[in-house]
């Protein structure tokens, strides 16, 4: 079965082929950072407009790279959502239309499962169950996995999610966007203990989230000490120091109340060095297992998305549907 994934949820077009015997063929992915560098943000316009100008060239890019033609396919999956609403449209528009051209199904998946699932297709996989961490720019939250399709809820952030908090954080010390990896590489030169931080939630005896406080925190210590660029990098090795300290504490409990022995990170702060390294010690110390989709893949991609479809059509694809529409908000748990 061979698959073209579609993802444009947001700021990145990617596109992937995957097939169910041979595995992922080839994916490709256009960043919409530069562009939106200008702003210190997505656009929302602007992100659907690149995306329309984008999806096709990258999908003959992934079917020479894999060469595979365009009547081979079995399938188009796309993300339905969560996400923008404009550039969810332009993907869905574009599989929908080359689905019924091909006379083929196109596949709308959820974009956190594709996550969520994408460390299956790293080169040690996990089995199922397991809890998975789910850790974004738009969504921190902790999941029991027992198959495909079959996920619950435990617990997830009340205000701002991990990513958002690095982004903010961005901000208030002048980085550039993206927020988040600019933060992590200045705190790689920080001072570790200088300034303390707050770990919100981390003693509440559940597994819900908030970072919020915490960058208000970082707000209020930044005004209170000098600008130089040697504060700042105490600064952001504070903050980080404190989220790692909190997602590390939640991820912990997960495990234990749940009595599973297998932890899955996924979305794109699961790419964080530091993060990695506190989940990897912590693995070392408790005796559990630690998962990570390839760096590669740690950011939206095409490969996630026809993976996910793979997965779930597996005993065989639904039949061809001409009904349109995307889902800007929607509930992981009820993605059927």
């Known amino acids: 079965m061979l698959i073209l994934g579609v993802e444009s949820s947001c700021d990145e077009t990617g596109l ?12 490709a992915l256009h960043s919409q950072v530069a562009m939106h560098q200008e702003y ?8 659907s407009r690149d995306h329309i100008r984008r999806v096709i060239p990258l999908a003959r890019e ?7 033609e365009l009547n081979a ?10 996400g923008l609403a404009g550039a969810l449209l332009v993907g869905a528009a574009f599989a929908k239309s080359l689905a019924f051209a091909l006379g083929v199904p196109a596949v709308g998946i959820h974009h956190l499962e ?28 902790l999941m ?6 079959n996920y619950e809820l435990l617990g997830e952030t009340q205000d701002d999610a991990a990513g958002e908090a690095f982004d903010k954080t961005a901000k208030l010390l002048g980085l550039d966007y993206p927020g988040g990896p600019a933060v992590s590489k200045l705190a790689e030169s920080g001072r570790p203990g200088r300034f303390k931080l707050p770990r919100p939630m981390i003693g509440s005896n559940d597994l819900e989230f908030s970072f919020s406080g915490l960058k208000t925190a970082v707000m209020l210590l930044a005004r209170s000490q000098p600008g130089d660029a040697a504060t700042h990098a105490d600064i952001a090795r504070a903050f ?12 912990m409990s997960a495990l234990q109340r749940t009595s599973l022995e297998r932890l899955v990170v996924a979305g794109g702060v699961g790419a964080n060095r530091q993060l990695r390294a506190g989940l990897d010690a912590a693995a070392a110390r408790q005796g559990f297992e630690v998962f990570y ?44």
């Open 73 to 82: 396919l079995d399938a188009v999956a796309f993300t339905e959502g969560p």
């Open 40 to 47: 210190g943000g997505v656009v929302p316009e602007l992100a």
């Open 16 to 27: 992937a082929l995957y097939d169910s015997d041979a595995g992922l063929l080839a994916h």
């Open 293 to 336: 989709p390839e760096l590669e893949l740690c950011t939206d991609n095409g490969a996630m998305i026809a993976f996910a479809a793979a997965l779930r059509w597996k005993g065989g694809l639904p039949k061809p549907d001409t009904t349109f529409s995307v889902r800007p908000r929607w509930e992981l748990s009820l993605a059927g």
């Open 240 to 251: 980080q120091d404190a989220v790692v300290d909190v997602l590390v504490a939640k991820c």
């Open 62 to 68: 992934v079917l020479a790279q894999a060469g595979r």
């Open 114 to 141: 594709g996550h969520l699932l994408s460390p299956l297709l790293s080169k040690r996989p996990p089995a199922f169950p397991f809890v998975a961490l789910l850790v974004s720019g738009g969504h921190t939250q």
């Open 144 to 149: 029991r996995v027992t198959g495909v399709g």
